[in-house]
């Protein structure tokens, strides 16, 4: 986690607060497609914290990480989000990538959302376009979503005979920049690729970094037991 910002100190808190601006950095993806076993292989050290999410016409990949807010919450103090954004540069490619799309997530989340959990949301999404964090039909409540983004990249040119540049036909964003009081705020990248890619496909997915501005201040005793109450409640029942 990194600041960027000079916090002001305040006599009555212990930590810093004020205005934050809190970034993690995400490694590149570079991951090739196996037409034998149908499978993707992550390529070298470079992109070695990427996970991969099994499936047939829809695999996939993520990147889990988390801003560590739990000095605040051990200080009673709370973080209200101002702004989030995603820094990419670079270009997306896919080589031989027959009829297949690639789908990116970007999400801050005050909730953990375990390997089964990702799975599961990445399936029923393709499936049925539904289950995305924050949405009605989803285990997620809209408050845990502090930021969201969903990119759909299609194929629009072919430089050469190998590489595929890949470019945004859609960008949707979503979100409540909900003040938390959680200890970790977590954060995701995932590339859903949707379709049957051909044999020896590769795909290299750009770094990125995560932004996420924010208010640290302390609230009044009742507000701040309140939204530790319901932060709890979401997380267990």
């Known amino acids: 986690m990194i600041y960027l910002s000079e916090p002001s100190t305040t006599a009555a808190t212990r930590t810093l607060s004020g205005e934050r601006r809190m970034s993690i950095p995400m490694q590149p993806l570079n991951a090739d497609f196996n037409g034998e076993t149908f499978t993707w292989i992550i390529q070298d050290s470079a992109s070695a914290s990427w996970q991969i999410i099994p499936g047939g016409l829809v695999s996939g990949f993520y990147l889990e990480d988390y801003f560590d807010t739990s000095g605040y919450t051990n200080d009673k103090l709370t ?16 080589s031989f990538a027959g009829n297949s799309r690639l789908l990116v997530f970007d999400l801050i989340m005050s909730e953990r959302l375990n390997r089964e959990e990702l799975i599961i949301f990445t399936s029923d999404f393709i499936a049925t376009n539904s289950r995305i964090p924050g949405t009605s039909n989803s285990t997620e409540d809209w408050s845990q979503v502090i930021y969201a983004r969903l990119r759909e990249l299609v194929g629009i040119t072919q430089g050469t005979t190998v590489e595929d540049i ?8 979503w ?10 705020l977590w954060t995701y990248k995932i590339i859903l690729q949707v379709g049957t890619p051909d044999a020896f496909a590769t795909i290299k997915y750009p770094a990125s970094r995560v932004v996420l501005n924010a208010d640290v201040r302390r609230e009044d005793d009742a507000a701040y037991l309140m939204r530790q109450k319901r932060s709890y409640e979401l997380t267990n029942y």
């Open 175 to 184: 979100g409540s920049m909900e003040p938390t009081t959680a200890d970790k």
């Open 79 to 94: 973080v209200f989000p101002e702004n989030a954004y995603i820094q990419e540069a670079g270009r997306y490619q896919f």
């Open 166 to 173: 890949f470019a945004p036909v859609s960008d949707q964003q």
